[in-house]
């Protein structure tokens, strides 16, 4: 079982690991004192000291804030809920769907059609960060990424109780 120390993890957070490295990190076996340092490394990283449950994505997270929800909540501080409820429902959303808005993204005939796809962009309400994008068919449903049992992962995988 592997070790890590909290300066290659960091390390791995920031991107600057080399491709054997990060081969070498995520091939290991992820153990409980890898995840609770990656969250110490997430929970410095924020402004903020709602306690982190889970990293959702970059700069997305699920917490447990002030009045004990658990919500989805972005590094800048916007919560967007509860973290059941499929956060995207509540950014803001730029939908590109004319060959216009995809040509600013795609060049010449690299593009897709517009009949057969849109892009959606998702952005934080408070920070305006781009937190997703989403490539699917016209009138699609916004699609929810997942939605963790956060008991059972702390329970089954990590061993305690959810705080």
């Given at each position: 079982?592997?070790?890590?120390?909290?300066?290659?993890?960091?390390?791995?957070?920031?991107?600057?690991?080399?491709?054997?490295?990060?081969?070498?990190?995520?091939?290991?076996?992820?153990?409980?004192?890898?995840?609770d340092i990656m969250l110490e490394i997430h929970q410095d990283r924020v402004p903020w000291s709602d306690r982190i449950l889970l990293p959702l994505g970059e700069?997305?997270?699920?917490?447990?804030?002030?009045?004990?929800?658990?919500?989805?909540?972005?590094?800048?501080?916007?919560?967007?809920?509860?973290?059941?409820r499929n956060w995207k429902l509540s950014a803001l959303i730029h939908v590109r769907n004319t060959e216009e808005s995809l040509a600013e993204i795609y060049?010449?005939?690299?593009?897709?059609?517009p009949d057969w796809m849109e892009l959606r962009e998702f952005f934080c309400p408070g920070c305006k960060r781009q937190l997703e994008v989403e490539a699917v068919p016209p009138a699609y449903p916004i699609v929810a990424d997942f939605e963790p049992d956060l008991e059972a992962f702390y329970a089954d995988w990590l061993g305690r109780p959810l705080p």
């Amino acid at each position: 079982m592997a070790t890590y120390e909290r300066t290659l993890l960091e390390a791995l957070y920031d991107g600057r690991l080399g491709a054997s490295e990060l081969h070498a990190v995520m091939s290991q076996y992820k153990d409980p004192e890898r995840f609770d340092i990656m969250l110490e490394i997430h929970q410095d990283r924020v402004p903020w000291s709602d306690r982190i449950l889970l990293p959702l994505g970059e700069s997305l997270y699920i917490v447990a804030n002030a009045a004990g929800e658990r919500v989805t909540k972005c590094s800048c501080g916007h919560e967007f809920g509860d973290y059941r409820r499929n956060w995207k429902l509540s950014a803001l959303i730029h939908v590109r769907n004319t060959e216009e808005s995809l040509a600013e993204i795609y060049r010449g005939l690299t593009g897709p059609d517009p009949d057969w796809m849109e892009l959606r962009e998702f952005f934080c309400p408070g920070c305006k960060r781009q937190l997703e994008v989403e490539a699917v068919p016209p009138a699609y449903p916004i699609v929810a990424d997942f939605e963790p049992d956060l008991e059972a992962f702390y329970a089954d995988w990590l061993g305690r109780p959810l705080p």
